[in-house]
């Protein structure tokens, strides 16, 4: 370690030493006559142009960019709120690209013409005062009203009427995968910490706790058109992120903290699949899998299957090497659908009940965990109390 710190400090000096003789060559220039490395009027034509072509370059990227990937921007968005945050990015948007047009225009312009030409001397110019008061309350005013917008906006995307009837789901995160957990008939979610983490409750549920009797983990999330749902994230190791990119929604997910999303889902799955937008990105996808497809078959290995679009959660906070895979299906369908569904989803208090059930090995039976017995007991106590 210490002859590579020595080996640094001597390639460092070397750089330090380099430097100095270039700025000590740059201190000569213009005392031989005819020096070459002085501008001439030609280096500044050639200047002037290369900043006047640049510009140009900046404008045909943008257009084009716009052309070759402008398809990848994500459609109508499938939550009551996402209209409003779409409006905000888009007015973003047009006041960036439009002040971003003239400024760059005109900076490469003034470069172009005001070019240096022999024997013009640049003109001495301190301050205008009032070219400085515009360039400055205008920004002020622009950004003022769309900060205030914005907050306005977030505001009501993330308030949220304690009297209104709400679904409740908890997302859970961890490297790498998510759960979720829906509250169940009392639409009230037990208590959780880490802590309580053991075999199948793998969310940490505190199984003493009344609310979580009837909870519900479940590996996929169903949403019912147009209702309510209001998400609370934890994360059991690092900074997640929610991210439901359809809905407009994203949320770090903390340890030790719960944090809260809420939003109405307003297209079906299977309303999304049918829009022309959505059919047109599909065919795009499974057009390159096909292609893909023929390569592998080449090879001897499985075709991949065609692609069908499903809403995701994703995580989007880049959390370890598994990041990428880090998803959970969302279907949003029919209030019925989704009530069928959840119906058919075991309780958490009977999936660890099913798992401690004394087993034909005596062994087994021994190695029974307290808080098997102590989850009989308090479930004997709700039946008991209602
Ligand atoms: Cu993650």
Redesign the pocket.
Known sequence: MNGLLILLIIVLLGVAAWQLSKIFSLTQIGMAKGDSTIANDKDNNINGYLMFAFVGFIYIFTIYSFIKWGSFVLDTPASEHGKDYDNLMNISWIIIFTVQTLTQFLLHYFAFKYRGKEGQKALYYADNNKLEAIWTIIPVIVLAVLILYGLYTWNQIMYVDEDEEVINVELY?K??SWEARYAGDDNTLGKANVRYIKDVNTLGVDMSDRASQDDKVVTEIHLPVGKKVHFRMRSQD?L??AYMPHFRAQMNCVPGMVTEFAFIPTITTADMRNMPGMVKKVDGINKIRAKKSVELAAQGKPALEPYTFDYLLL?N?I??AS?FN?QLKIVVESEADYKKWLKEQKTLASAIKEANAPKEDPAAVKETPAVAEAVVDTTKAVAKGK
């Open positions: 995160a490297q790498f690092v997640h992120s995580c906070k959390c370890g990041h880090m």
